[in-house]
């Protein structure tokens, strides 16, 4: 199944997600509000299937859940464009354990030829 996933955590660094890849592209310090915060550095790598099928099971969740949707984007909370053979879908998710077990997800990425 094709499907495509872009996401802005908490503080803006942004995901791009495909069944088969991920970028990571942080905010940095000159990007940042305080002129001093960095999401790290850059990473992008290749996401084995039962990776990716978690990563998009997990957005799925989030979106299903629209009692923690908010419509306006707020510090801390998550950004999600989700696109699957089903459509798109764009969604505002409030900082809580749901989101910080997804961004936990994402941190557990590996770096690896992408």
């Not at 996401?7 to 997600?17: H, K, L, P, R």
């Not at 990007?31 to 990716?52: H, K, N, W």
């Not at 799925?60 to 459509?87: I, Q, Y």
Request: aromatic content about 8%; cysteine-free.
């Amino acid at each position: 199944m094709t499907w495509s996933l872009t996401y802005a955590d908490g503080a803006a660094n942004g995901y791009a997600i495909t069944p088969t890849s991920f970028t990571y592209t942080p905010v940095t310090p000159e990007q940042s509000s305080t002129g001093m915060y960095s999401g790290g550095p850059p990473r992008a790598g290749s996401l084995a299937p039962e990776i990716a099928a978690r990563i998009l099971a997990a957005a799925e969740a989030l979106a299903a859940d629209t009692a923690n949707h908010v419509e306006d984007r707020g510090k801390g909370t998550g950004a999600f464009s989700l696109t699957t053979a089903r459509g798109s879908q764009h969604f505002i998710v409030v900082r809580g354990p749901a989101l910080l077990s997804f961004d936990a997800l994402l941190a557990s990425l590996p770096d690896g030829p992408a």
